[in-house]
């Protein structure tokens, strides 16, 4: 939300199974529930909130897109909205670099909506989360929005939301608390 994290603003952690109630400087309930990500060629087998176990799919999706056009999603994925036939000039639009290539496959933001280059977009990310930057989620190229729901980067998304609790709990006064009991 941009304010200190003992701010009062609704929290903004939300995952497939779940919206957090409680205040931005409240430590969040961690979700429970089975990752989502699952496709037949890999599955999570870890909680929503824990990072991801196996590798990304990148796989094409063999579903089709309700125009009847094939899906430029990849495997597992939630199908894009848009269509390499029905939207060509905006999904070939090129922004990283790949966009235009006839078999590139495409990931939709969830916070966003946005349909970016997928393999382009999994580097971004974990760009994003490289040791030494800022703790912060990624965020859409296009926009800047933060990821905070696309599955597909759900590792991404759990390993920032521990570094911001850890954050959070200095901040509270509750540092080293949990060690002590």
Known sequence: CGQPCLCQAKCQTVCGHSTCTRTCGEACVPCT???????P??????????????QLCCQPCKLPLPCGHPCIGLCGEQCPSKCRVCHREE???VFFGPE?????RFVELSDCHHV??????????????AEGQEVGLAECP????AV???VRYNTAINMNRVL???VKEKLRGEEGLQMKE
Do not use: F, I, N, Y
């Not at 235009?100 to 590139?104: Q, Y």
């Open 33 to 39: 529930e089975q990752c989502l990500r699952t496709c």
């Open 41 to 54: 060629h890999t599955q999570c087998t870890a909680l929503c909130s824990q990072p991801c176990t196996g």
């Open 91 to 93: 999904v070939t639009k």
């Open 100 to 104: 235009d290539e006839p078999d590139a």
């Open 116 to 129: 970016v280059h997928a393999l382009s977009m999994d580097s971004w990310v974990q760009q994003a989360g």
């Open 142 to 145: 296009v926009c800047k929005t």
């Open 148 to 150: 905070r729901s696309t």
């Open 164 to 166: 911001v609790e850890r």
